[in-house]
């Protein structure tokens, strides 16, 4: 009996090990997926190895990172502010900006509480800089 109770704690315990791996490979893809990992790599060497506050890992103008430092957030609004967006409230905890009638959120986000990654979200903008980048 103590032998047959010893080979199903066994199996049960592979059983449970292996349905914990396979979920945290699936949400280890999702988060991949959702950050676009290789970018933010690219993003985080080319902070490293230069002075700019922000660099754009999306390719085309509507994700950002930065150190998380005060400068980056000012820097960043900034940024919005030359393209003539206009800081006009917030929406929930992201801000909201507005130029000519249109407005963008900007979702802040910690990244290993040493980066900020901004996104920008509103369909016309995205597509419109998917178009020009």
Known sequence: MNKNFKKIVNVVSIILISLVTIWSI?????????????????????????????????GIGVKF????????????????????????????KSDLYEYDGEEIIVKRSKLFSKYYLFEIFNDD????????G
Do not use: C, H, P, W
Request: aromatic share 12%.
């Open 26 to 58: 699936l949400k280890l893809i999702k988060l991949i997926r959702k950050y676009d990992a290789f970018a933010l790599l690219q993003g985080f060497a080319r902070l490293s190895s230069s002075e700019d506050e922000i660099v754009d890992v999306s």
């Open 65 to 92: 990172i930065g150190r998380n430092t005060a400068e980056t957030a000012e820097s960043f609004a900034d940024y919005l502010a030359l393209e003539g967006y206009k800081k006009i409230g917030k929406f929930g």
């Open 125 to 132: 903008y995205v597509s419109r800089m998917a178009r020009l």
